[in-house]
């Protein structure tokens, strides 16, 4: 069940329970858990953060590999199933294929944990089949466009090789399937949806279309100039047949069948076509705040406990107090919506 942006709210304090899958009291069950690797990113994309970037998290903030570990194999016994490392750029983390190879050494009461990670793309050349080998199951690469030229406008660095180079790395490394995330920007690259289409189907990607959310670093973002998942889709169905495919569950892409083939492209439309109902999410971000919602204006603080001599149970009591917190939805289409102070490069996606 999906809401319509429902306003966030708090109806008093939520019990929380000490056993039991992480339920909260909209009676979604989390089983995903985002990790954040690093708040650090070598591309600056418009979109995302200023040209000088943004101020990074100390070093002494971040978590340890171990302390990052221990609380994914708490969340695991507590029925999460699957484990995407984000950033910042997680290729960055200099241990990044340890980190993989110790998360994906991890099982819960469903079995061991997918890994699957969102990258930018850069270091997948030299990292994708250590990544693999490690027990990465997947990736989604980050690519808003076609044209070198706009590439650098867009991430105001001229990458544009390495990151096509990283794709075909990761499909031969048999990162599957590969996903493709773009980001349409009005006047930008908002001609090139059906462009990116018929390139990822000729090589076998998937790509996924997300609408421009409110979580750039110089808080510039504008409704108006947002590329809607029904103007993607408009464009999509001028050169395509689209399907919609059923069973989407907790899935963040509404997927089409294309052309009636064994082929799909997801739209993410979190703006204008929430999907806070069926959301199965939480973020663990690079210095170990949780994050219920990727729009939440708290954290719980896992550092602190995890740096304090904390039990298991504690740090447990921590997870399900914020699992049960959680609020119905993010409300950016309601009055007094406010921006995270944190940019996406520190929340991780």
């Known amino acids: 069940m999906d809401l319509p942006d429902p306003a966030p709210r708090d109806s008093g304090a939520a019990p929380v329970p000490t056993d039991g899958p992480l339920v909260d009291r909209y009676g979604r069950v989390h089983r995903d858990l985002r990790v954040s690797l690093t708040d650090h990113c070598n591309l600056r994309c418009t979109y995302c953060m200023p040209a000088e970037g943004v101020p990074w ?10 302390e ?10 507590l029925g999460i199933t699957e484990v ?28 061991p944990l997918e890994v699957s990670m969102t990258t930018n793309g850069l270091g997948l050349q030299r990292l994708a089949v250590p990544l693999h080998e490690a027990g990465l199951a997947r990736v989604n690469v980050s690519l808003d466009t076609l044209s070198r030229e706009r590439f650098a406008e867009i991430t105001r660095r001229d990458r544009f090789d390495d990151v096509i180079a990283g794709i075909e790395a990761a499909a031969s490394a048999g990162l599957a399937p590969v996903k493709i995330n773009s980001v349409l920007q009005r006047g930008i690259n908002d ?13 076998g990607y998937e790509l996924r279309f997300i609408e421009q959310m409110p ?16 103007e993607i889709l408009a464009a999509l169905r001028e050169e395509f047949t689209l ?4 069973g989407r569950g907790a899935a963040p892409a509404e997927r089409f069948l294309v052309d009636g083939g064994a082929a799909v492209v997801g739209v993410i439309a979190s703006v204008t076509m929430p999907f806070c109902g069926a959301c199965d999410r939480l ?17 719980s ?12 149970e504690e740090v447990e009591r921590i997870v399900r107090t914020c699992v049960a917190g959680k609020l119905a939805g993010h409300g950016i289409n309601r009055p007094g919506f406010l921006q995270p102070p944190r940019p996406m490069s520190a929340i991780g996606g």
């Open 57 to 66: 998290l100390a070093k002494p903030d971040l978590l340890t590999t171990d």
């Open 68 to 77: 990052l570990v221990r609380v994914v194999e708490i969340a695991a016994g």
């Open 84 to 111: 995407r490392l984000t950033g910042g750029e997680p290729l960055i983390r200099p241990d990044v294929v340890d980190v993989v190879a110790r998360v994906a050494s991890i099982s819960g009461p469903d079995g």
């Open 191 to 203: 001609d090139e949806a059906a462009d990116l289409l018929r390139w990822a189907l000729e090589h």
């Open 215 to 230: 979580l750039d670093g110089g808080h510039t973002w504008q409704r108006s100039q947002m590329i809607t998942g029904a």
């Open 243 to 246: 399907t919609e495919v059923p």
């Open 283 to 299: 973020r663990l971000t690079a210095d170990g705040q949780l994050r219920s919602c990727l729009f939440a204006r708290g954290e």
């Open 301 to 312: 603080d896992l550092r602190e406990i995890l740096r304090s001599d904390g039990t298991d």
